[in-house]
């Protein structure tokens, strides 16, 4: 529904797409090479003011430029030499844009005259495309074959953007002018392409009366013969004021040329906005707001040009307002849309983690409470187990039942120190608290606390710890990792292997490897020991654990910055590495 809203605002901003477009068009892009065929002969003012002798303000009169009429140019002699000095040279067709009929009195033209002014190649203004209203020029054929209408079509704002093509009244002069009139099959209105400003050969009346121009100057070509631009006969234009014959000159460009300007019909624009619709409405919905505000803009500056691209090759009129008013209403209804589902979706997010909160504060609470209310019964149980240990009349095997049951009990008792500790760490006031410390020291700690554990198994552990300089550590913490590192080593290595501890420094790193020679970890568990409550699928069954020394270990290095990483290979052993910066920052641990 939004996308066909957007498309109908587009095709309502076609009705507007026109006359203000066609003007930029035309004065944006620079001059068309035109026809060579059309030459216009410009009649000055000055040529004619001296022939007329009004003895007192002949000249003052004359300059009175904006209210000469045509008839001011009206001189039968001079018109007589100028036609016959252009016709003698075998033009195409004579066009003359000034109306001579009764303006200029009653005129009879002598046999010569008639055989010079009538002659088929010279085409005479009228002032009328209408039958009815019709005043004939002075030199008009009986069949009126060699008349022509200058009537221009001129839009509210007085700008001439069109050419009217009369197929029952009198045909235009740029149709009268075209040397097969036959052959151009013209009707209806059609723009007319403006190619721009003086781009057609232009001579004065002196100029063809001294006899100064070539020999074939006009050989083959169209005249129009007009005056200078004034209030009574410039033509308004998208490019400013053209002279009448100017104007003329252009529009006969535009027939010989087949240049004016091209319109598809309705539906192929309508297809055309409407393809962009779906194209600027699949960009929004796929691609990110930054990106398809790009691409949005491209899609907007290529279309534009395409547009001018096409007018200017092909005159052809492409729209470019209506694409770009699509894209932007587009853009403007599609992200408030988006928006509100942002807003909607931002709301179901909320809801769905203030309920995982709820969930995981639960959670919480519950093995928490479970946890420190399974710690007194147990600290009874193994008081109790003290006591009775302690009798010397005991039979040795209930001894030995009530130390499997010790053992126990402080298995369950480990495992609810684990989770308990987990709690702690995952709680947001937890901090970690820095002191300048040794490593080594810390190591050699927790190699005398396990050094029981190892013994029992045959294990040795071998120490080659290098001197180091102190950095700033959570001694606790720290004691933790290693006290889990080591002991997983020494529980998964079986009798009479070994581990080894190596420490040294690099530039920015402590560093501490500890090796094993036991059974190693698959492939397809080594990335998932790091995880909350996973042990190895081969291990489960073969040592006891709750599966959170490792996500412990890996928590607390990162608390210090650091790193620790892993390798093992079935049957050969694993190694774990850590790597702790000398230089410590306080790390966020939100």
């Not at 989770?419 to 995952?426: G, N, P, S, Y």
């Not at 550590?473 to 998964?492: P, R, S």
């Amino acid at each position: 529904m939004r996308a066909l809203i957007c498309w109908v605002f587009s095709l309502f901003f076609l009705k507007f797409d026109e006359n203000g477009n066609y003007d930029i068009r035309f004065q944006l892009r620079g001059d068309k090479k035109v026809s060579s065929e059309v030459v216009l002969v410009t009649l000055k003012v000055s040529e004619f003011s001296k022939m007329y002798d009004f003895r007192t303000s002949s000249l003052i009169y004359a300059n009175e430029f904006s209210d000469l009429s045509d008839s001011f140019f009206w001189d039968r002699e001079i018109w007589k030499n100028l036609l016959s000095k252009i016709l003698e040279q075998k033009p195409k067709k004579v066009g003359v844009t000034l109306y001579f009929g009764g303006n200029i009195g009653q005129v009879r033209l002598s046999p010569n005259e008639g055989h010079i002014f009538r002659d088929q190649r010279v085409v005479w203004a009228t002032n009328s495309n209408q039958p009815e209203k019709l005043s004939l020029p002075i030199a008009s054929r009986a069949n009126r074959s060699n008349i022509a209408n200058i009537d221009t079509l001129k839009d509210d704002d007085g700008i001439v953007r069109r050419l009217i093509f009369s197929s029952d009244g009198v045909a235009s002069l740029a149709e009268r002018l075209q040397p097969d009139p036959a052959a151009s099959v013209l009707s209806g209105i059609s723009v007319i392409n403006y190619k721009g400003k003086s781009l057609f050969t232009e001579v004065s009346l002196a100029d063809v009366l001294s006899s100064d121009l070539p020999k074939d100057f006009f050989k083959n070509k169209i005249v129009l013969i007009g005056t200078e631009k004034s209030s009574y006969s410039q033509v308004q234009t998208p490019l400013g004021v053209f002279s009448r014959h100017e104007f003329w000159a252009m529009a006969t460009e535009n027939i010989l040329t087949d240049s004016f300007i091209k319109k598809f019909s309705s539906l192929i624009y309508a297809g055309f906005l409407l393809a962009l619709t779906f194209l600027a409405i699949v960009i929004l919905t796929r691609y990110p707001q930054a990106v398809a505000l790009f691409f949005l803009a491209w899609l907007a500056t290529l279309t534009s040009a395409f547009s001018a691209w096409v007018f200017d090759s092909f005159y052809y009129w492409i729209p470019i307002v209506s694409p770009v008013s699509l894209f932007i209403f587009i853009w403007v209804l599609f992200i408030g849309y988006q928006a509100l589902k942002i807003e909607q979706a931002h709301a179901r997010l909320q809801q769905q983690q203030n309920y995982l909160a709820e969930l995981e504060q639960l959670k919480t609470n519950f093995v928490s409470l479970i946890s420190h209310d399974l710690k007194t019964p147990i600290a009874k149980i193994q008081g109790v187990l003290d006591r009775v240990m302690t009798q010397n009349d005991l039979p040795t095997e209930l001894r030995s039942d009530f130390v499997s049951l010790k053992d126990y009990s402080e298995e369950l008792n480990r495992y609810i120190q684990s989770i308990l500790k987990l709690l702690r760490v995952e709680s947001r006031d937890f901090k970690i608290i820095k002191e300048t410390a040794d490593i080594n020291g810390v190591i050699e700690n927790v190699i005398q606390r396990l050094s029981p554990l190892a013994k029992s198994k045959n294990i040795a552990l071998n120490l080659n710890l290098e001197p180091m300089f102190l950095i700033e550590i959570d001694v606790t913490l720290m004691t933790e990792v290693f006290l889990n590192i080591v002991e997983n080593a020494i529980k998964y290595t079986p009798a009479n292997g070994h581990v080894t501890i190596h420490s040294y420094e690099t530039d920015s790193d402590v560093c501490i490897e500890i090796k094993d020679s036991g059974e190693g970890i698959a492939p397809e568990d080594q990335e998932l020991i790091w995880q909350k409550f996973v042990r190895g699928k081969t291990q489960d069954y073969k040592t006891k654990g709750t599966g959170l020394g490792l996500y412990l270990v890996k928590y607390f290095i990162e608390l210090h910055g650091g790193r620790i990483s892993m390798q093992s290979e079935l049957q050969k052993g694993t190694s774990f590495l850590v790597q702790l910066p000398i230089e410590t920052h306080d790390t966020d641990i939100s």
